[in-house]
């Protein structure tokens, strides 16, 4: 009768650990589905010369010149691109959109692969400059600001 007891009680115990680590899953994954990233936020508020990439930013660059940054958080050349562009926002010429796109990372979603793929960007670190057709006016990759500055067009 004890031995029943006892294997009732582990039997509860482990049933009851179980429970718990679904429910904090379960939470965990809300919370995550409901915050924007801190970085995210930033480049939201900061400035419009310098932005995340969603649907409605890229819309609302339609009437200045677009740059995609294709932009990879373990990448240890852009790392250093996204500080220089979030601290030199105001040095991005007037009338110029930098939009940064996860490219093949934990963030990346679909969209930003439809747009990997239609502008054929194959690595990290490039940029594409497009038109308000949507049209490639440039594509070039690496360098900070001071170098896209010089391939705008």
């Not at 934990?106 to 497009?130: C, G, R, S």
Request: charged share 20%; with cysteine; hydrophobic share 40%.
């Amino acid at each position: 009768m004890y031995d029943r007891f006892m294997k009732v009680k582990v039997f509860l115990a482990i049933f009851a650990g179980i429970l718990l680590v679904i429910f904090f899953q379960y939470t965990r994954n809300e919370k995550a589905a409901v915050t924007i990233p801190p970085v995210a936020q930033e480049l939201t508020k900061n400035t419009t010369r310098y932005a995340v990439y969603t649907p409605q930013n890229l819309l609302d660059a339609k009437n200045t010149k677009r740059v995609l940054f294709f932009y990879a958080s373990w990448c240890p050349t852009c790392i250093p691109v996204d500080a220089d562009f979030r601290q030199n926002a105001s040095l991005i010429p007037q009338g110029v959109t930098v939009i940064r796109v996860n490219y093949n990372d934990p963030d990346t979603d679909a969209m930003e692969k439809e747009l990997a793929d239609k502008y054929n960007v194959t690595y990290q670190h490039t940029f594409v400059q497009i038109d308000e057709s949507d049209m490639v006016v440039n594509k070039w990759n690496g360098g900070k600001t001071e170098k896209l500055i010089e391939n705008i067009q």
